[in-house]
């Protein structure tokens, strides 16, 4: 385990203000850690800050939507003058019963309007916070950058189409971009979570296996990146679960999304 890694001094996270976002805040705050934090909300966002304070880290907080490329490039280059990034996690993230899109009558069962707005904050928001990230830790030659995809990447249900797209696309571009990376000397990992309590997770009205703590989930992810592992995903029955998903033929996998519980 790379020490360096196991203790970033600085901490970049979107999506801080709860589920996975806020319990690696919780998780890296300690003294002589700075931590540039991000979400939409202001009220979770400062108590988070608060109790990341307490552990003695030093906390910068910031209400911003990833979905916006100019502000993001901004925050993050203005972050990084104040302390050399040293760990980006772009986690920020909605699910179809998340983000304050409402759901409308459609045919397929999920409006334009959510699928458009998955896309920008679950894909859009993460390019958005990793290129900013990219030109900060370029010309140092180090640096990491961890992007949370999600087991739904591993195939598309009819009860999430927007939604495992998009962590399909988060999933592929991040391993691709981890070769491509690794000889500029930065690290990237991809994050493939099952269910962790979180708003997105809040929203479900299906019993959710395996459903883990927050906590627990950072403890993992944390884990994992300071081993520079490629892809970190967990818990392993869920992880096989959905690989196997994606090998059965369409036929069974049309069958089982038909009788599978809709996503929120």
Same mark, same amino acid.
């Given at each position: 385990?790379?020490?360096?890694?196991?203790?970033?001094?600085?901490?970049?996270?979107?999506?801080?203000?709860?589920?996975?976002?806020?319990?690696?805040?919780?998780?890296?705050?300690?003294?002589?850690?700075?931590?540039?934090?991000?979400?939409?909300?202001?009220?979770?966002?400062?108590?988070?800050?608060?109790?990341?304070?307490?552990?003695?880290?030093?906390?910068?907080?910031?209400?911003?939507?990833?979905?916006?490329?100019?502000?993001?490039?901004?925050?993050?280059?203005?972050?990084?003058?104040?302390?050399?990034?040293? *760990? $980006?996690?772009?986690? =920020? +993230?909605?699910? %179809?019963?998340?983000?304050?899109? !409402?759901?409308? /009558? @459609?045919?397929?069962?999920?409006?334009?309007?959510?699928?458009?707005?998955?896309?920008?904050t679950n894909l859009a928001g993460v390019i958005?916070?990793?290129?900013?990230?990219?030109e900060a830790m370029g010309p140092r030659r180090?640096?990491?950058?961890? *992007? $949370?995809?999600?087991? =739904? +990447?591993?195939? %598309?249900?009819?009860?999430?189409? !927007?939604?495992? /797209? @998009?962590?399909?696309?988060?999933?592929?571009?991040?391993?691709?971009?981890?070769?491509?990376?690794?000889?500029?000397?930065?690290?990237?990992?991809?994050?493939?979570?099952?269910?962790?309590?979180?708003?997105?997770?809040?929203?479900?009205?299906?019993?959710?296996?395996?459903?883990?703590?927050?906590?627990?989930?950072?403890?993992?992810? !944390?884990?994992?990146?300071?081993?520079?592992?490629?892809?970190?995903?967990?818990?392993?029955?869920?992880?096989?679960?959905?690989?196997?998903?994606a090998t059965l033929p369409n036929a069974l996998?049309?069958?089982?999304?038909?009788?599978?519980?809709?996503?929120?």
């Open positions: 385990m790379n020490k360096g890694r196991a203790y970033p001094r600085h901490v970049l996270i979107t999506g801080a203000s709860s589920g996975i976002g806020q319990a690696l805040a919780e998780h890296y705050a300690r003294p002589g850690c700075h931590l540039s934090l991000s979400g939409r909300n202001a009220g979770r966002l400062a108590q988070v800050a608060e109790r990341c304070r307490a552990r003695g880290a030093e906390v910068s907080q910031t209400v911003l939507d990833v979905c916006d490329a100019s502000a993001m490039a901004v925050w993050v280059a203005e972050a990084d003058r104040l302390v050399p990034l040293d *760990l $980006v996690v772009a986690n =920020a +993230g909605i699910s %179809g019963g998340t983000g304050g899109v !409402a759901a409308k /009558a @459609s045919v397929g069962g999920e409006s334009a309007e959510q699928a458009r707005a998955i896309f920008a958005n916070t990793v290129y900013p990230a990219l180090q640096g990491q950058i961890a *992007l $949370v995809a999600s087991v =739904a +990447g591993f195939r %598309g249900l009819p009860s999430a189409p !927007a939604y495992c /797209a @998009s962590k399909a696309a988060v999933k592929v571009w991040g391993e691709g971009l981890r070769g491509a990376l690794a000889r500029d000397g930065i690290d990237l990992s991809v994050i493939l979570p099952g269910f962790v309590e979180s708003r997105i997770t809040d929203a479900n009205r299906f019993h959710m296996p395996l459903l883990m703590p927050a906590p627990r989930a950072a403890r993992i992810i !944390a884990r994992g990146l300071a081993r520079n592992r490629g892809r970190i995903a967990f818990p392993w029955p869920t992880v096989f679960a959905c690989w196997l998903l996998v049309d069958w089982l999304g038909r009788v599978l519980p809709k996503k929120g």
